[in-house]
C-alpha cells in the first residue's frame, strides 16, 4: 500500500467500490494482484477503525434493519469437512445492516452467521451508537425480537414486518432465479408505540441491491465471491465508508453523513485515503 502513489491507490479504491472484482481492478490499473489485495486489508481496517470511532451518538428517528446473504469459500450445502478444516470461515455469511429511514446513514453492521450470537452483537452495537430513542422496525427474523428486548428494554418503539410471499403461478421452475412474489404484508408492534406509517424496511432493502451492484463479491452466480472472510469485511468496510461519506445519495443530494450532520462536506477518495493513513 505505501509503495503506490496517492493517485494509484485513488484509483485501484475508485475501481473497487464501483463493483470491480479484484483481477479486473488489475487489468485496469496494472496494479499486482498481491497488492491490491494489501491494500484491501489495511484500508479496511482503517475504515472500520474509523467508522466505530466516529457514528456514535447519532440523533436517528428511524431505524431499518435487515441481513444480506452471502457466502466466503463456498455456499454451505457445498463445504465439506477438508474445506472446514482448512478455512473454519467456509459457506454461509450474513451481513447485518442498521439504517437510518431519513438520512439514508448505515449506522452499524455486523457479518456473521444467521444466529443469536451475531443478532446479540449487532443489537448491542447498534444501542450502542443511538443517542435518543427510536422507531425501529425488523423483518419477520425471530433473533431480533430478544436482541431488541435485551438492548433497548422498553425504550424503543418496535415493530415487525412481515412479508408474505407467494411463488409465480404458473411458473414454479422459474422462481429458482427469480425473487418470489411478495402477496402481502403484517405489521406487528412489539415494544412501544411504533408510528404505523413508518414500519418499513423499504430503504434498508434498497441498500442490499446497492451491495450487490458496488461489491463484486456480493454478485450472484458467478466466481467472484469472497474466499477469505477477512477480505469479505474489509470490502464491506471500504463500501460503507465510501457509501456514507463520498457517495452523493440522489434523492437528498448530499450524502448520508452530510444528511445527518457528522460530515460538513463530500469527501473525495484521495481524501479518504489521506484521512485514513493520518488516523
Known amino acids: 500500500m505505501n509503495r503506490l502513489t496517492p493517485e494509484k491507490q485513488a484509483q485501484v479504491v475508485a475501481a473497487l467500490v464501483e463493483g470491480n472484482s479484484i483481477r479486473a481492478t488489475v487489468r485496469m490499473t496494472g496494479v499486482a494482484k498481491n497488492t491490491i489485495a494489501k491494500l484491501l486489508l489495511e484500508l479496511g481496517a482503517a475504515c472500520s477503525e474509523y467508522l466505530d470511532k466516529h457514528l456514535c451518538s447519532l440523533k436517528c428517528e428511524r431505524i431499518q434493519c435487515d441481513e444480506i446473504w452471502s457466502f466466503v469459500a463456498a455456499k454451505q450445502r457445498n463445504v465439506t469437512p477438508k474445506l472446514r478444516a482448512q478455512n473454519p470461515d467456509a459457506g454461509d455469511c450474513w451481513t447485518w445492516v442498521a439504517m ?29 451508537r443511538l ?11 425471530r433473533l431480533y425480537v430478544g436482541a431488541v428486548y435485551t438492548h433497548f428494554d422498553t425504550d424503543v418503539d418496535y415493530a415487525v414486518l412481515m412479508k408474505l410471499y407467494g411463488g409465480a403461478p404458473g411458473k414454479p421452475d422459474e422462481t429458482r432465479y427469480s425473487p418470489a412474489v411478495c402477496i402481502g404484508c403484517e405489521q406487528k408492534p412489539k ?12 430503504y434498508v432493502e434498497r441498500q442490499n441491491l446497492t451491495m450487490r451492484m458496488q461489491i463484486r463479491r456480493f454478485t450472484r452466480l458467478t466466481n467472484a465471491f469472497g474466499k477469505k472472510i477477512e477480505n469479505h469485511v474489509a470490502s464491506l468496510a471500504i ?3 465510501h457509501y456514507n461519506y ?10 448520508p453523513a452530510m444528511e445527518a450532520g457528522i460530515s460538513d462536506h463530500v469527501w473525495t477518495i484521495g481524501e479518504l485515503l489521506s484521512t485514513l493513513a493520518a488516523a
Open 246 to 255: 463520498c457517495r452523493i445519495h440522489q434523492t437528498l443530494r448530499v450524502t
Open 100 to 128: 437510518d429511514a431519513d438520512t439514508k446513514l448505515v449506522c452499524s453492521w455486523q457479518v456473521g452467521r444467521r444466529d443469536w450470537v451475531t443478532a446479540n452483537q449487532f443489537v448491542a452495537d447498534l444501542r450502542s
Open 239 to 241: 463500501h460503507y465508508m
Open 191 to 202: 415494544v412501544g408505540n411504533p408510528d404505523p406509517k413508518h414500519i418499513s424496511t423499504s
Open 131 to 141: 443517542a435518543n430513542r427510536v422507531q425501529l422496525t425488523t423483518d419477520g427474523n
